[in-house]
């Protein structure tokens, strides 16, 4: 039976209500870690679509997304300010602007959802077509215009019991479970139909069952790794007089850690290209790291001597030389899309801000007796590029140069993220950060070891290779959209013959 859920009672509270639930959703995000805010929020956020027009529900979700995006990606602000040298007025605008644009997804998504129910939500629409729809936002919102992951629901719940179903079904299907809970309480409370209260005991339950369990197992002996965070400000990290003291810096920091199997500088930490510094500094540390039997993997820029193009790279040295080149790049960060754009205004002319993309299907880089799957960065954000060196690779390396976010959200929110990475793929993970914060994290997600922001460190420690793989990696994104699939079917079956 269709069941109207809260029919109006927001009344003109209802705008206020969608702009506070979204700016209380990254609360559950690190470094708050409020986990159970994410379905709190949706749930005032689908409670506020009730009962009003599509418009006004557009307008609902505009501003749900301008609380979460505002508050949740405010580091934008930080990278454009502090570090990209624009002015105070130009920097909050630019951030606006993102912010709003990112808000108009949801807005689009209230617009459509209300075309299809009508201003009348019912039970059917919030627990089987709202789920899924915001399964369809986090999943476009990770594509369009070469995607922004960020913010995704199923991140959020790493510290909490749904966590037992990322290695299942993915941070994207955690997400859907996340609007599913949601859904269903908002249906509990409006209609005291409180036997809807086990299905979400038991999605809760069976993911606490879930987190007992061991995807992967160990692969050979455990092997020791040193991760050097240099904390080179990012004011003065380009700048020529700079660089002897920077590779003084990571040469002093590797050569007391010789005792460790596998050492990592983060990502840019030689600031010049490859061919620059190889017959000074690369070929002989190669040598003292194979007299050591130790391999190091550092960040640099690799310029293709041909067509002067360059690559955003990690370089290994040791028994064999290798690069990875960083596939997915970041805009105005890592090129400027619009290349007009260059000069404009200094941020739009950041030092090494014209990379090209490395191939897709490069070979994983074998280190301390180990495939390795790298990424730089924010390539770590999206799980499906991750993916694709699993089940081969038995360790994840990420290298992130973060500095130029500051004491901001950034740092704790991207460290979550790539616990979740760990735990999707049943393999460690290890993050080599500029400034911090850098982890070693174990394979169920879980941090082994971190740094502390803005200090020079050495973050080492004995971490266990894995092999095998987790459902998520045999079956990807397959079993979650045929769920989705099915639940769209199921409400179109009950919807059509209810009317």
């Known amino acids: 039976m269709q069941t109207p859920v809260f029919q109006g009672w927001l009344g003109q509270k209802g705008n206020a209500v969608a702009l506070i639930a979204g700016a209380i959703l990254p609360l559950s995000f690190s470094p708050f870690h409020f986990y159970p805010l994410a379905i709190v929020s949706l749930v005032l956020l689908f409670a506020s679509w009730q009962s009003i027009s599509a418009r006004q529900a557009a307008w609902r979700g505009f501003l749900f997304g301008v609380g979460m995006f505002g508050v949740g990606v405010s580091w934008i602000y930080v990278a454009i300010h502090d570090f990209g040298l624009a002015s105070v007025f130009l920097a ?5 602007l993102f912010v709003c644009f990112l808000a108009l997804y949801l807005a689009a998504l209230a617009w459509l959802i209300k075309r299809i129910s009508g201003p009348m939500l019912t039970s059917l629409d919030m627990v089987l077509l709202l789920p ?94 040193s991760l050097i965070q240099g904390n080179i400000p990012q004011e003065i990290k380009w700048n020529p007089e700079q660089l002897f003291k920077t590779l003084a810096l990571y040469q002093a920091r590797t050569e007391q850690n010789w005792d460790s199997d596998l050492v990592i500088w983060p990502e840019n930490a030689v600031t010049v290209f490859h061919h620059q510094a190889k017959e000074y500094f690369l070929d002989p540390l190669a040598e003292l790291a194979r007299k050591n039997d130790t391999d190091i993997l550092l ?12 690559f955003n790279s990690m370089l290994l ?34 030092p090494m801000s014209s990379f090209v993309s490395g191939e897709e299907d490069q070979a994983l880089l074998h280190a301390a007796g180990h495939d ?128």
Not at 175 to 183: F, I, P
Not at 329 to 348: A, K, N, S, T
Request: with cysteine; aromatic share 14%; charged share 10%.
């Open 132 to 225: 899924v729809a915001w399964l369809g936002f986090e999943w476009f919102k990770a594509w369009f215009l070469t995607g922004f992951p960020w913010l995704e629901l199923g991140i959020s719940q790493i510290d909490g019991p749904l966590a037992g179903y990322t290695p299942v079904i993915g941070v994207l299907g955690v997400s859907w479970l996340v609007a599913l809970t949601a859904g269903l309480l908002l249906v509990l409370v409006q209609t005291r139909r409180w036997w809807l209260v086990l299905p979400i005991i038991a999605i809760w339950a069976g993911g606490s069952a879930l987190q007992s369990y061991q995807w992967t197992t160990p692969e050979g002996e455990a092997i020791k790794v």
């Open 299 to 310: 960040g640099l820029p690799v310029m293709q001597q041909e067509s002067r193009n360059y």
């Open 372 to 499: 390795i799957g790298i990424s730089i960065c924010y390539e770590d954000t999206f799980s499906a590029e991750v993916l694709t060196t699993v089940p081969e690779a038995s360790l994840l390396v990420n290298a992130t140069n973060n500095a130029w976010y500051g004491d901001s959200f950034a740092p704790h929110q991207h460290l979550q993220i790539s616990q979740n990475r760990a735990l999707e793929t049943g393999r460690p993970v290890l993050r080599a950060t500029t400034n911090g914060i850098s982890a070693l994290i174990n394979f169920d997600g879980q941090l082994i070891g971190q740094t502390a922001q803005f200090e020079q460190a050495v973050l080492s420690g004995e971490i266990q290779p894995r092999q095998g793989a987790t459902a998520y990696v045999s079956y990807g994104r397959w079993s979650i959209l045929l769920i989705a699939l099915f639940m769209l079917m199921v409400w179109a079956y009950y919807r059509r013959t209810l009317h």
């Open 92 to 96: 909050g605008l630019l951030t606006a």
């Open 317 to 350: 040295l040791g028994q064999e030389e290798a690069f990875y080149h960083k596939r997915h790049l970041v805009p105005f960060g890592d090129y400027v899309p619009l290349e007009w754009l260059r000069g404009l205004i200094q941020f739009f002319n950041l």
